[in-house]
DNA sequence: TGAAATGTTGGGGCG
DNA sequence: ACGCCCCAACATTTC
């Protein structure tokens, strides 16, 4: 059994009642699964559920678990003024949702698109238990996986290609509509006999987040940067400066629909050409991704799934912790680590460095992000780690070797970043601050540091490791030419 | 959305 | 005045 693909307003008769199940779609504006079950019911009831396949895997304290609840109360909020309310569960949706929908007597259950594994074998399996009652629609992108092809009708295997057809198969004003829901007609209730919901009934404790959550950060933040958007091709790439949209988390979890970050992409116009961009290459990832499925479990050039990664745990561990004596990628990782939330040149330089200094699989950098970054998404995440590792469409390792140093001091130039999240070195002067080790000791000394004592010495040599990192691929690369 | 090596050019110092 | 060298800046090639 497979789910319907389909554009936005697919024709349906009306109904009485039915549930509009949010899940990553945390708002009211703009909302295709809202819009839709308010065009074709005359009683509409939201409803979340903490789904307990994914919060079972998490850490007690995940700031994304905090991210959703703050979200869910603005909804809540926006429900309220309607007289209605958000009903949130907790306990395994392929239960409860049928549940539900004896509970409410609903004709229809309304939800929007998701394309991740988990959450495809998902709703087959309530689609399975309601059947037609079961209407997903399209929200999280403008062109789903699998629609935009070559001329011969084949998925794209590059981004720039596929970027060039994406742009001309979109016209804004069909393919990002704003769907504005019907909120009169949402269910009346009465607000003292709605169950109230906490994090602490979760087994969640309430977290710190450096970003504003819900629909209201969301628009605050996209309003923020709109006029920034000329500037982005600039200002992107210099983790000290404020440079990008920050709107990776308000995407990931649809506290914004994508449809308006588009618009405000296109409103630019040319001048908003590179950060659309990054919008299509979260799609041209979802795209690779439905297409390969296999990139879940390992390389997208099967030669590389036989190669074995000599890097050493505690590497790894050095890594994880900020300690590998390498400023940028210390200071990265440790910003990682407090915040949930890693600049994207730095997300490209320590997983170059994972890969190519430390020699330790991709895989094991995927989970990493996986587990600490509140935008975490399957796609992106596993695409950006193997253009990394170099075990994805273009295998050249050449090209994706950075200079840890080099990268430091061309987008850190001051080491104003690093000074922040790295404090014992916060007084050496610039020009060493990228490479401590280069400095004197009588330069290291007036600045407190201690290599081997308060900061660590390199722990590797990037030289030889690039050349060793070569072979590696290399070795594995020809392994497959000889066998083909 | 590299880096390093190699090649080219042009200005200035200097014999 | 001239040629030579040095070297920085930039461009091209190679891995």
């Given at each position: ?153 084949t998925p794209f295997r590059v981004f720039t290609p596929f970027s060039r057809a994406w742009k001309k198969l979109t016209d804004v004003r069909r ?11 949402l269910l009346k209730l009465d607000p003292r006999r709605v169950p109230t919901w906490s994090l602490t009934n979760l087994g969640f404790s309430e ?278």
């Amino acid at each position: 059994m497979t789910l319907e693909l389909g554009t936005y307003s697919k024709g349906m008769s009306r109904v009485k009642r039915a549930l509009c199940w949010i899940r990553r779609d945390l708002r009211t504006s703009d909302h295709a699964a809202l819009h839709y079950a308010c065009e074709h019911a005359e009683e509409v009831q939201v409803v979340f559920i903490f789904d307990s396949n994914i919060l079972a895997s998490l850490p007690k304290d995940d700031r994304r678990v905090t991210f959703i609840h703050k979200s869910l109360q603005q909804v809540d909020e926006v429900l309220r003024e309607h007289d209605a309310a958000l009903w949130v569960r907790h306990g395994d949706p392929m239960v409860l949702i049928p549940e539900l929908v004896e509970e409410f007597a609903a004709d229809l259950v309304v939800t929007a698109r998701d394309y991740e594994p988990y959450a495809r074998s998902r709703d087959i399996a309530v689609k399975k238990a309601l059947g037609d009652r079961f209407r997903t629609v399209q929200d999280t992108v403008i062109h789903e996986p699998g629609v935009v092809l070559s001329q011969s009708g084949t998925p794209f295997r590059v981004f720039t290609p596929f970027s060039r057809a994406w742009k001309k198969l979109t016209d804004v004003r069909r393919e990002a509509p704003m769907l504005t829901p019907d909120l009169s007609k949402l269910l009346k209730l009465d607000p003292r006999r709605v169950p109230t919901w906490s994090l602490t009934n979760l087994g969640f404790s309430e977290t710190e987040l450096w970003l504003e959550p819900g629909q209201n950060g969301a628009i605050a933040r996209l309003n923020e940067f709109q006029p920034k958007i000329r500037e982005y091709e600039e200002a992107r790439n210099f983790p000290s400066k404020p440079g990008t949209s920050g709107m990776s988390v308000h995407l990931r979890f649809g506290t914004v629909s994508v449809r308006e970050m588009v618009r405000r992409a296109y409103e630019v116009g040319d001048e908003g050409e590179k950060w659309l961009n990054e919008l299509i290459w979260r799609e041209f990832y979802q795209d690779l991704l439905w297409n390969n499925p296999h990139v879940v479990k390992g390389t997208f050039q099967p030669q590389f799934d036989k190669l074995e990664w000599p890097g050493k745990p505690e590497h790894f561990e050095a890594w994880c912790q900020g300690q590998t004596g390498y400023p940028i990628v210390d200071a990265a990782m440790r910003c990682l680590n407090a915040t949930g939330w890693m600049h994207n040149r730095l997300r490209m330089i320590v997983a170059s460095f994972l890969t190519k200094d430390l020699l330790i699989d991709w895989k094991l950098g995927e989970s990493y992000f996986a587990e600490k970054l509140l935008d975490f998404e399957l796609a992106s995440n596993n695409g950006g780690w193997q253009w990394a590792a170099s075990t994805g469409a273009d295998a050249q390792p050449y090209f994706r070797i950075f200079n840890p140093a080099l990268q430091s001091e061309r987008f850190d130039a001051d080491g104003e970043f690093i000074r922040e999240w790295i404090p014992e070195l916060k007084d050496l002067p610039a020009k060493y601050i990228h490479a401590p080790a280069t400095a004197s000791s009588f330069d290291l000394s007036a600045a407190e540091v201690s290599l081997g004592e308060n900061y660590p010495r390199p722990i590797v040599d990037h030289g030889a490791q690039k050349e060793k990192a070569i072979a590696l691929l290399a070795s594995a690369a020809k392994r497959e030419h000889k066998s083909a």
